[in-house]
């Protein structure tokens, strides 16, 4: 079976032959796995591990977004960033500039410069598609992960204006999603029209909710976000893309409203967050929508040996993969202080668990 098929299966919860496995890291992570295996490129380290998905985007052509001399790298939005070293192996690129911060009014938001389509290669996403032909192939973490609320608008307004903007002025936070929008809308349609119905999985990268609860109430969602990402997912719908919705959290409130946008995963299962109970969600939602993820990477993959991620991984899977509807991944990326025996031992124990159970 080839992996385009797994994940086909799996989605329409059906068992496939193994359950799927799916990837990500940071790119610290990855410079470290790949030294340690004596492997020379991403795609030969997901081969490696027999990870089920490749992710495409567009090129990049628009104007320069990092400065070698101040370190300073902007997004498309005119957010910008820098670069801060956490140990000998991590770090970040926390914000530094929210370029919309003091913005006053729907007038001065006109004058702003926003992205525009011109500045992407889409011909690139064809390239990719033809490449990964026997893969399940998602739009790729970054500008091919559209998102509302996390990136752009925290970003462009800084958090604490972004949620009073929620609460208070919501004629200029609809306005600001609007424009957002503007650029957004023209851009999915160009990329999955790229694909050419072959791009399986379209990824909304947002997120709604922290440790122990959202961000905001689910009334204040319904309002702020839902109509922005009701048009993402009836585009995406016009191109017979599933729907990957990506949010960090507790945000089991959330979805049954997702499931209403026509969701149909959810990733992560962040399996340490508030009410994120891996046999408790399949029980509730297990026909309806698949999960992604759900092997803990903010402890047991940092902190434990292989064992006890073998051991996490055939309860998990004991939960979550039997009538498909699961794929295995980490909660969130594949740090660089994650030891590397500790990522193999994850895919081997799913490997030898969907060899006992499927």
């Not at 567009?58 to 104007?63: A, E, K, S």
């Not at 967050?273 to 026909?287: C, I, Q, R, T």
Request: glycine residues 8%; aromatic residues 12%.
């Amino acid at each position: 079976m080839i992996s385009r098929e797994r994940v086909l299966l799996a989605l329409n919860h059906i068992e496939p032959d193994r359950v799927p496995f799916f990837y990500r890291d940071v790119p610290e992570a990855e410079f470290h796995v790949l030294k340690e295996l004596g492997l020379s490129s991403r795609d030969e380290l997901l081969e490696y591990l027999g990870v089920d998905f490749r992710w495409v985007g567009p090129g990049y052509v628009g104007p320069k977004l990092f400065d070698p001399e101040t370190g300073i790298k902007r997004d498309i939005w005119g957010i910008e960033y820098k670069y801060v070293k956490l140990g000998e192996r991590n770090g970040y690129w926390e914000t530094v500039s929210n370029p919309l911060a003091e913005c006053k009014s729907v007038e001065e938001l006109e004058e702003y410069e926003w992205p525009r389509v011109e500045w992407f290669d889409f011909s690139v996403v064809t390239e990719k598609v033809r490449k990964y032909k026997d893969y399940a192939i998602m739009t790729e973490p970054g500008f091919a992960s559209p998102s509302l609320f996390q990136c752009p608008v925290q970003g462009l307004l800084g958090q604490e204006r972004a949620f009073m903007d929620v609460i208070s002025d919501s004629e200029f936070f609809e306005a600001m999603v609007e424009k957002v929008l503007e650029f957004q809308l023209p851009f999915i349609d160009m990329m999955l029209e790229a694909g050419g119905g072959r791009i399986d999985l379209f990824r909304i990268g947002d997120d709604f909710g922290t440790q122990r609860g959202l961000l905001m109430s689910p009334v204040q969602w319904r309002k702020a976000l839902r109509p922005g990402l009701k048009a993402m997912c009836e585009l995406a719908e016009n191109h017979h893309a599933h729907i990957y919705m990506h949010s960090c959290g507790a945000v089991r409130d959330l979805i049954p409203d997702l499931l209403e946008l026509g969701v149909e995963v959810l990733d992560p299962l962040q399996v340490t967050a508030h009410g994120m109970v891996p046999a408790e969600l399949k029980e509730a939602y297990g026909d309806k929508l698949c999960f992604s993820g759900g092997v803990d990477e903010q402890h047991l993959l940092r902190e434990g040996d292989e064992r006890a991620v073998c051991e996490s991984v055939v309860e998990l899977l004991d939960d979550m993969a039997k009538g498909g509807g699961f794929f295995i991944g980490p909660t969130h990326n594949f740090e660089a202080d994650i030891p590397v025996g500790n990522i193999l031992a994850m895919y081997r124990a799913a490997g030898d668990w969907s060899q006992s159970n499927y």
